[in-house]
């Protein structure tokens, strides 16, 4: 006999982590974003062997600006 059900636990979620991944997803691991001459980018680094050089991605004003939302958010949950 197979039997099914819902579990429900209390858990504690950070919301710094939350915060974190959310900007993760949108520009990557160690990622920044930046605007130069009315354009829009995500930076990033690239490995080349022993060596490694940033690189850059155009992204639409509305990523880049809810990437700022979320870096105002997670410096004033910070604090």
Known sequence: MEVYGNVRTKVDIDPEDVIKNLIKDEIGFQGWIFEKDGRYYRGFEVSAGVHSFDEEAEITKEK????????????????
């Not at 880049?64 to 604090?79: D, G, M, P, R, S």
């Open 64 to 79: 880049y600006e809810y990437v700022k939302a979320l870096q105002l958010i997670l410096k004033n949950i910070t604090k």
